[in-house]
């Protein structure tokens, strides 16, 4: 957990109720009634005009009422007869926790079907008797005329277990799907990737393989619901199993022998893994994970000279508009990283065009050539430029914009005179308000750094901490941003200086995270850990606690677990 996620605390909106209901498809009233209660609400629908033609002789009458349950829902079936008087009739289900119950505790709802002159059979799915999980006893359907006149009715006793709202309208939005869009729907919710939707993803797939269990590809992805759920060796075993029952059900699966094969590289296992991505590639698949992953495999490998055309083979294949454009992104972010290492700004900067040039200059991509453009290229007018589309566009409002921006005006502050000088420290502010921020950004290159030094000469304090508590040091040391911290230490930033609610030494924050680079760093900058404290305890104590052996032989070299 990141030292950010420590001192401030997240929650997870919840969906309101009513939304939910919004969705609900069916309901024309629906009230529930207690002793002692106000009556239910009455829905006024428009009067049907009376038929011309006199009523059927007869009596009206409700036979042969049963409930089944069908489609994740029950159903309501019975024979009726109706002579077409009272007019306007409707049907209205109660249902009752106990049998012989008052009527007034039953849980009422009237129903959106016609009802037709003379003798019919009819099949009605009943609505949810409430919010929470219930079990119904008894239930009694009526024939009613239009201001509640009761014609007809039969009651019968039929146990019902209805689980909670929520659960009975996620089963029925199951049961009306085919399961190819449920297969849509679940790969959707992976992609998504947070806890909840994994979870309905992982319910949506073992229904479907519960009624197909000849269907590979919802072995495929259960696999990435396992990977994701449990990253790591347990994670990576479970994949593995799902995938081996996709390929024992086809052979010829090449999704699934592109997962499995992304597996093996994360299990050391990286022969058996090409091996697979060589196979999948005879077929030439639109899935531009093979590419993704291959690439991958190479840089475990450290074999960068044949990564880097695997993530131009993702980014030369053709868009497919579905959730395999994901590889694509991902081996634009890979490739951009690779090339970064070995200072090809050239090369940086044509990826980063390509890129722009396909998802658009008001893309939140063209934020992220704004910013290449800032500390790569030091040309802040037109990493201006690209920033202020990407900010303009609907779908990009992100704060790295933002901060984008305020550097560039930052940058031309420290380099202007006369009044366009006091104009870009105006609009610096707007973007990038001072505070420890600012500083940690522009602390990120060489090319901004001059800002900062300037900043700090106008009055800014190098270790000012913000709302949170943290200063430009804890961020750079928070995010194991090792270049940028060693520039504030020049800067004159102090190890020692404590941060958030806990006033944690800064220099604590690689110790607890167990960043052995980040403890030498501020070694080499002369913090002594055997004299520095947090709550009592030294470095080497924590370490300890930890049993991080590594972490410990570089606080105290002669020291062992």
């Not at 959707?188 to 590809?217: G, W």
């Not at 994670?235 to 081996?244: S, V």
């Not at 695997?310 to 090339?339: C, M, Q, S, V």
């Not at 290449?372 to 704060?399: H, I, N, P, W, Y």
Request: aromatic share 8%; with cysteine; glycine share 6%.
């Amino acid at each position: 957990m990141s030292l950010k996620q420590l001192i401030r605390s997240h929650r997870r909106p919840f969906v309101l109720f009513a939304i939910l209901v919004s969705l609900t498809v069916g309901y024309v009233a629906y009230g529930i009634r207690e002793a002692n209660s106000n009556p239910p609400m009455v829905v006024f629908n428009p009067p049907i005009p009376p038929s011309a033609e006199p009523p059927l002789a007869g009596t009206n009458a409700i036979s042969h009422f049963s409930v089944q349950r069908k489609n994740g829902s029950w159903t309501a079936e019975f024979d009726y007869f109706y002579t077409g008087s009272p007019p306007a009739a409707q049907w209205r289900i109660t249902q009752f926790t106990e049998v012989g119950a008052d009527p007034s505790q039953g849980r009422m709802a009237f129903m959106p079907m016609k009802v037709e002159r003379g003798a019919h059979h009819i099949s009605i799915d009943m609505q949810h008797p409430g919010e929470s999980a219930i079990v119904i006893q008894q239930v009694t359907v009526e024939m009613v005329g239009a201001m509640n006149q009761l014609s007809a009715s039969q009651t019968i006793r039929q146990p019902m277990e209805w689980p909670s709202w929520q659960v009975w309208f996620r089963d029925r939005n199951l049961a009306s799907k085919s399961n190819d869009e449920l297969l849509k729907q679940a790969v959707v919710l992976i992609d998504q990737s947070d806890q909840q939707s994994l979870s309905e993803a992982k319910v949506i797939l073992e229904r479907l393989i519960t009624k197909d269990p000849q269907m590979d590809a919802g072995y495929v992805e259960l696999a990435r619901v396992a990977m994701k759920t449990r990253w790591g060796p347990e994670g990576f075993h479970q994949a593995e199993n799902l995938l081996d029952s996709a390929l024992q059900i086809r052979p010829d699966s090449v999704n699934a022998k592109i997962l499995l094969g992304y597996v093996y590289a994360h299990q050391n296992r990286y022969a058996p893994a090409e091996r697979l991505f060589s196979e999948a590639a005879t077929s030439n698949p639109p899935n531009i994970w093979l590419w993704a992953n291959w690439g991958e495999l190479y840089v475990m490998q450290n074999r960068i000279d044949q990564a880097i055309p695997k993530y131009r083979e993702a980014i030369a294949r053709p868009r497919t508009g579905g959730t395999y454009d994901r590889a694509r992104l991902d081996a634009y972010f890979k490739l951009l990283n690779l090339l970064k290492q070995r200072k090809d700004k050239d090369g940086m900067e044509t990826i980063h065009q390509q890129r722009v040039a396909e998802y658009g200059a008001g893309s939140c991509y063209a934020a992220e050539y704004a910013q290449f453009l800032l500390t790569e290229r030091g040309d802040a007018t037109k990493a201006t430029d690209m920033a202020t589309q990407s900010l303009s566009a609907d779908d990009c409002t992100d704060v790295d914009t933002r901060h984008v921006l305020g550097m560039a005006h930052y940058v031309v502050w420290s380099k202007a005179t006369g009044p366009k000088r006091q104009s870009a420290l105006n609009q610096a502010r707007i973007y990038l308000p001072a505070g420890p921020m600012p500083l940690y950004l522009l602390a990120g290159s060489d090319v901004t750094l001059v800002a900062a030094q300037q900043l700090i000469s106008a009055g800014e304090q190098i270790d000012q901490r913000d709302n949170d508590k943290l200063t430009a040091l804890a961020y750079a040391m928070d995010r194991r941003d090792h270049d940028t911290a060693r520039r504030l230490l020049k800067l004159g930033a102090k190890p020692e200086a404590t941060v958030s609610e806990n006033e944690i030494p800064v220099a604590f924050i690689p110790v607890l995270a167990g960043d052995v680079d980040g403890v030498r760093l501020l070694q080499q900058f002369g913090i002594n850990y055997t004299t520095l404290r947090f709550q009592g305890m030294t470095a080497a104590d924590i370490a300890k606690r930890m049993g991080k052996l590594p972490l410990l032989k570089v606080l105290e070299p002669r020291t062992s677990l």
